[in-house]
């Protein structure tokens, strides 16, 4: 899956597309997800990024192990 997203800011540090591109496979017990992240915008500073997607994918694991967001 890809995905294209535009933060909606007037900080020119973090305008502009970033192209998230998402692989979804089979992995032991489980799912296996890749996200690469191309045209980060300079003011997003990696670590914080890694935070927001490591939140996101555990909220996601909770989901699809108890139908229900945490």
Same mark, same amino acid.
């Given at each position: 899956? !890809?995905?294209? !997203?535009?933060?909606?800011?007037? /900080?020119?540090?973090?305008?502009?597309?970033?192209?998230?591109?998402?692989? !979804?496979? /089979?992995?032991?017990?489980?799912?296996?997800? @890749?996200?690469?992240?191309? #045209?980060?915008?300079? #003011? !997003?500073?990696? /670590?914080? @990024?890694?935070?927001?997607?490591?939140?996101?994918?555990?909220?996601?694991?909770?989901?699809?192990?108890? #139908?229900?967001?945490?």
């Amino acid at each position: 899956m !890809v995905q294209i !997203v535009e933060f909606e800011t007037d /900080d020119p540090s973090v305008t502009g597309e970033m192209t998230i591109t998402i692989d !979804v496979a /089979d992995a032991d017990g489980g799912t296996q997800i @890749n996200a690469v992240h191309d #045209g980060l915008p300079e #003011g !997003v500073p990696l /670590d914080q @990024n890694e935070l927001g997607w490591s939140i996101s994918l555990g909220k996601l694991a909770t989901l699809a192990e108890t #139908g229900e967001l945490p």
